[in-house]
């Protein structure tokens, strides 16, 4: 077991609720591996009490914090700086500490693409659609701009949310130049037209493992030399990947995702190569 002394460092995760996040598993498998002197601990906030928790990371001199929900956005004002990726989305999950104060960035931009860029597309060439416009399209979003592609589609099944989606890149121009917007009934056309068609919509977790955001008639129009990526990492593989692999298609499950962002995330805090193979296991073991 990892002695606990004066020395030790502290890193952590706030958000509300935190007991079920893997970061901790993960983080401290890395650690213990590295044989470190630090520790990654879970810190439930609740929403009100960010700046105070902030204030209070500062006065015991945490090196970095992961942050989830509901606290993505709202840490914004309380930084100094923020990444390029984070002002994008909108949204941090990755702090640390600089001479300047806290800085901030997204590490699920560069955990989304990560499996992606193993592989040898030409990613300008490629027709990418999104299922759901929520929070982790966000990162989707960017991510895919960053690997070069032209067209971005968007399919939700709110109009009213997917306007205002639309518009909550207006400060992106990069970003709204690329980005088309759709609504559910457009979905058969778009099938066919994915070169890689992305689940960020919750359909298909646990328990409700028989669900898929598209159904299996549609899914049929599936190209099978497309890429099926689903950001759900439980149950693995999802019955959206398993239909896709029906078609012949690529699947690529969440959980690299899910370990992409946290060793982007570790680096940045210990400022060295993490174990990556130590935290994947760690995840596997835990699920
Ligand atoms: P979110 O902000 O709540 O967004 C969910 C999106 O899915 C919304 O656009 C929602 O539409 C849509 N949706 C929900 N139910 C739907 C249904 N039955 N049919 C069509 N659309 C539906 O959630 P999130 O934070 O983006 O997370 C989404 C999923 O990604 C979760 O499963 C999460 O676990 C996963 N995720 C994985 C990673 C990873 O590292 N692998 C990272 C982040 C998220 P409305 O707005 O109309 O409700």
Not at 22 to 36: D, E, F, Q, T
Not at 47 to 54: C, E, R, T, V, Y
Not at 224 to 236: G, M, Q, R, V
Not at 266 to 273: F, T, V
Request: aromatic fraction near 6%; include cysteine; charged fraction near 15%.
């Amino acid at each position: 077991m990892q002695l606990i002394t004066g020395k030790t460092k502290l890193l952590g995760i706030i958000g509300d609720p935190v007991e079920h996040s893997l970061s901790p598993v993960m983080h401290n498998a890395a650690i213990a591996h590295l044989g470190l002197d630090y520790i990654y601990v879970p810190f439930p906030v609740k929403q009100g009490d960010l700046a105070q928790a902030i204030a209070g990371f500062t006065a015991v001199d945490l090196v970095g914090f992961s942050i989830t929900i509901p606290h993505k956005q709202e840490i914004i004002p309380l930084l100094s700086e923020i990444s390029d990726d984070a002002a994008n989305i909108g949204a941090v999950n990755t702090v640390w500490r600089t001479a300047s104060g806290w800085k901030g960035t997204n590490t699920d931009v560069v955990g989304f693409i990560a499996p992606l860029k193993t592989m040898t597309h030409d990613w300008t060439q490629m027709t990418p659609v999104i299922l759901g416009n929520g929070g982790a399209a966000r990162a989707v979003i960017a991510g895919l701009t960053n690997l070069g592609c032209q067209e971005i589609h968007v399919v939700g099944r709110n109009p009213d949310k997917l306007a205002r989606f639309y518009q909550s890149w207006s400060h992106a121009p990069n970003i709204t130049s690329r980005l088309k917007i759709h609504n559910w009934n457009n979905l058969t056309s778009l099938i066919a037209a994915a070169d890689l068609l992305i689940n960020t919509t919750p359909v298909g977790m646990s328990p409700h493992v028989d669900a898929s955001p598209v159904e299996e008639s549609l899914m049929q129009k599936l190209k099978s030399n497309a890429i099926a990526y689903d950001l759900i990492y439980t149950p693995n593989p999802t019955q959206f990947l398993k239909l896709a692999q029906a078609q012949g298609a690529t699947a690529i499950d969440g959980l690299e995702m899910l370990l992409q962002q946290g060793v982007a995330a570790l680096e940045i805090w210990l400022q060295q190569p993490v174990p990556v193979e130590v935290m994947r296991n760690s995840l596997k073991d835990c699920l």
